[in-house]
């Protein structure tokens, strides 16, 4: 007696990504390519506080943030959205193989670190490793992070000048040298004109900064803000 048998086809629904990059063609390549390995790219984003808004408001299966972004960079982004939902799948986007730019990253909680200049697959590869549960770094951050690593177990390393600094005063560091005046970094971050200028006492207090050329020069030389 012969059995017919009924195979169930199962559908594997599209990676949902959100995406933030703030040079639109930049953007648009990576969508682009993102497409052709068949991901969804369900919100894009030009800045971090877009990106903050977006994660909330599409929970996508994982994230996609540039680290050189205007009004909060990549590293603050990844912070704030890990502060809302611990588990969201983030991973950096980044120009810099320096070892303070992947210790920022890591310690912020994101789950992987791919540099621009890597090949597309190394990107598929790092979606598929961090979505598996696991962290990704780019091959080429391999013996950056594992000197950088020995240093900071022996002791060699104390905490950085911008571990001193809080998250709201890491947030009115990068309005300030991006050129925003206290009125619209308060506008910016909801809170008052008196709280923003506090901060920025407090901050160049903490780094002994006495001047705003200076305080871009940190900035810049940290990774908060770019040129």
Do not use: W
Not at 14 to 32: M, N, S
Request: with cysteine; proline share 3%; hydrophobic share 40%.
């Amino acid at each position: 007696m012969a059995t017919e048998e009924n195979e169930t086809s199962t559908t594997t629904s599209p990676t949902r990504i959100v995406l933030a990059e703030d040079h639109t063609l930049v953007r648009t390549g990576i969508r682009a390519l993102l497409e052709s390995a068949k991901m969804q790219v369900v919100g894009e984003a030009s800045d971090g506080l877009e990106a903050v808004q977006l994660a909330g408001e599409k929970t996508p299966d994982l994230m996609l943030l540039d680290v050189a972004m205007p009004r909060l960079n990549g590293i603050e982004t990844a912070r704030e959205i890990l502060a809302q939902n611990p588990n969201q799948p983030i991973i950096m986007l980044s120009m810099h193989a320096d070892e303070q730019y992947v210790y920022e990253a890591l310690r912020a909680g994101v789950k992987g670190y791919v540099l621009k200049d890597a090949a597309f697959g190394e990107l598929i590869n790092a979606i598929n490793t961090v979505l598996s549960g696991k962290t990704y770094l780019s091959s080429a951050l391999s013996d950056i992070v594992a000197t950088d690593y020995v240093r900071r177990a022996r002791g060699e390393r104390g905490p950085t000048e911008l571990e001193k600094l809080s998250q709201r005063e890491r947030q009115v560091l990068q309005l300030i040298t991006e050129g925003h005046s206290s009125a619209e970094a308060a506008k910016i971050l909801h809170i008052s004109v008196r709280t923003v200028e506090s901060h920025r006492l407090h901050l160049m207090d903490k780094l002994e900064i006495r001047s705003i050329a200076e305080l871009t020069k940190f900035a810049i030389r940290h990774g908060v803000c770019s040129v």
